[in-house]
């Protein structure tokens, strides 16, 4: 019989876009993703920092310091963008540590992890059930960010415990199958993207 996991809560209030790069959206409505080995912004930005799958062969241990005394900022609200990706970036070899490590982290910290995946699902579902190993079977907090997959591997992340959150592209026949409670917006990179907009499009 399949096991069907449950998300714990999102940490609240949650904010109206779950993760931009726009960092001129200061009031605490968005989730602001600052590079690596920036400064954090002023409060009261939320913020998430973490290390991108493509910039895994850049990370160092002056990084980790760098990642760990950020995420102390009571203004931190997520780590990411972590993640796996079989198109670009180094090697799977490479990112797989590096994702696993912010994947402990935020399981530590009891922060959401932003994940950007491509492609990589098995090894996905692999550290998700080492971070369960490893915490005593709680499911962790994960969003799958940029989400534009077909119906049927929404419903397979949902039955992973994952939130979803999905930007102005995105496929509309995987929205019906999302239950809103797992269902989060974002502009990402998109200069442009107006999250009220988007919102509306995702029925949020």
């Not at 779950?18 to 960092?23: A, E, G, L, M």
């Not at 590079?35 to 991108?52: C, D, N």
């Not at 019906?176 to 502009?187: G, H, Q, S």
Request: no cysteine.
């Amino acid at each position: 019989m399949k096991t069907i996991l449950t998300p714990p809560p999102l940490p609240t209030p949650i904010p109206a876009d779950i993760h931009t790069h726009r960092h001129e959206i200061n009031d605490g409505s968005a989730v602001v993703n600052i590079a690596l080995e920036a400064v954090p912004p002023i409060p009261p930005t939320l913020f998430s920092a973490g290390i991108h799958p493509w910039e895994a062969d850049k990370a160092t241990d002056i990084t980790w310091t760098w990642l760990e005394d950020v995420l102390s900022n009571p203004n931190a609200y997520a780590i990411g963008e972590a993640g796996l990706d079989l198109r670009h970036g180094p090697n799977i070899d490479v990112q797989l540590p590096v994702f696993r490590r912010q994947a402990f982290m935020a399981d530590d910290l009891a922060k959401p992890l932003i994940v950007h995946i491509v492609g990589a699902y098995d090894n996905l579902y692999d550290v998700q059930r080492e971070v369960m190993r490893r915490n005593g079977g709680r499911t962790p907090l994960w969003i799958i960010h940029g989400f534009r997959g077909r119906p049927e591997l929404a419903r397979q992340l949902l039955d992973h415990g994952m939130y979803i959150s999905m930007g102005i592209r995105h496929n509309p026949t995987a929205i019906a199958v999302i239950p809103r409670d797992r269902l989060l917006a974002e502009t990402d990179d998109d200069p442009t993207a107006n999250i009220a907009d988007i919102r509306n499009a995702l029925g949020l």
